[in-house]
């Protein structure tokens, strides 16, 4: 069963406008949760992280809003550019563990 | 600064060899941790390294993965004998010890293993 699902496959946004990426996950004891961007062929590269004890984060473009009532957490990127088009992943670490749980990933078009 | 490096890029076996993937982490980080990610799915922990030691291997999928860490450096990865099942691509990552910001993994560009 999987602790960590991003249920978007897929997702298209115009460029210049907000592209929002879901995760929800299971596990109660999740303490930090990452975003990571994955081109083809490449590994995936760390974006932004959130610890368990906010419920947002921000970076630049990037800001990641935790609700943990909801075990939901999700990625904004404004405004989105042709570069953002890849493939995210959200991670979470159990507690004392850094080991990381990934979901399925979301791939993100941002048409120009 | 150098990133992870993992050789090689790509590997094509027929079932029942043997392969050996290598892992550079970066250098300094304590922590190096091993991951699969099949057909196109979720990528999924195999294993973590503290120096040379292994912190949680619960993620191996059977006894014929093995995994070593010598020195505390580099490390290997050897799947015998290989199945098919094995094929994905193996990442490797690393990051620094807890005094860093330790859940912050930075990956390597992955093996692809095709199993025939």
């Known amino acids: 069963d999987q602790q960590v699902k991003q249920n978007s496959p897929s997702l298209s946004v115009q460029e210049g406008r907000i592209s929002i990426l879901n995760c929800d996950y299971t596990n109660s004891m999740f303490d930090y949760f990452l975003w990571y961007k994955k081109y083809p062929a490449e590994g995936p590269t760390f974006l932004i992280s959130?610890?368990?004890?906010?419920d947002k984060n921000e970076d630049g473009r990037f800001t990641v809003f935790l609700n943990k009532s909801a075990k939901h957490l999700s990625l904004h990127i404004v405004p989105s550019q042709p570069g953002d088009s890849a493939v995210y992943f959200c991670?979470?670490?159990?507690?004392?563990?850094?080991?990381?749980?990934f979901g399925s990933g979301t791939r993100l078009l941002v048409r120009p | 600064e150098a990133g992870v490096t993992q050789f090689p890029s790509h590997s094509v076996i027929e079932k029942g060899q043997t392969v050996t993937l290598r892992c550079d982490p970066i250098?300094?980080?304590?922590?190096l941790y091993w991951y699969r990610r099949v057909m196109g799915k979720e990528i999924k922990f195999l294993l973590h390294?503290?120096?040379?030691?292994?912190?949680?291997e619960s993620g191996m999928p059977n006894n014929r993965f093995l995994a070593e860490r010598t020195g505390g450096t580099y490390s290997t990865l050897k799947v015998q004998p290989a199945e098919l099942e094995d094929s994905g691509v193996y990442f490797c990552a690393s990051s620094q010890d807890w005094t860093g910001s330790s859940y912050e993994q930075y990956f390597g560009p992955g093996t692809r293993l095709t199993v025939t």
């Open positions: 390294f503290v120096k040379e030691s292994k912190q949680d």
């Open positions: 959130i610890s368990s004890i906010k």
């Open positions: 991670a979470a670490s159990p507690d004392s563990s850094y080991k990381l749980i």
């Open positions: 250098s300094g980080h304590d922590n």
